[in-house]
């Protein structure tokens, strides 16, 4: 069966700095793109950042763009974000979404296998 689990969210104060792993298991990791997506309180799923199946091309939002870097280890099934300089509005559940393919692919509505979440906040 397929299972992504999140880690590594908490409190943290705005400007600082966390990283969010997934751990991935199930299926072939290496030959699938990988996303992260977030939730804020009140909001609708926020696509975040995605990194193809070989890690060589990442792509961001706006609103996270220069403050936060995914990676991926293929060799440990691993998926990262590290989340830098982060706001209060960065403040969601965020979740670890398997895409259908190894391309990268922004549209939420095609991600097949969702974690758990995990509950990042910032605030002083």
């Known amino acids: 069966e397929v299972q992504l689990v999140e880690s590594g969210g908490g409190l943290v104060q705005p400007g600082g700095s966390l990283r969010l792993s997934c751990a991935a298991s199930g299926f072939t990791f290496s030959s699938y793109a990988m996303n992260w997506v977030r939730q804020a309180p009140g909001k609708g799923l926020e696509w975040v950042s995605a990194?193809?199946?070989?890690?060589?091309?990442?792509s961001y939002a706006d609103s996270v763009k220069g403050r936060f870097t995914i990676s991926r280890d293929n060799a440990k099934n691993t998926l990262l974000l590290q989340m830098n300089s982060l706001k209060p509005e960065d403040t969601a559940v965020y979740y670890c979404?398997?895409?259908?393919?190894?391309?990268?692919?922004?549209?939420?509505?095609?991600?097949?296998?969702w974690g758990q979440g995990t509950q990042v906040t910032v605030s002083s």
């Open positions: 990194i193809n199946s070989g890690g060589g091309s990442t």
């Open positions: 979404a398997k895409g259908s393919q190894g391309h990268i692919a922004t549209m939420i509505k095609d991600y097949d296998y």
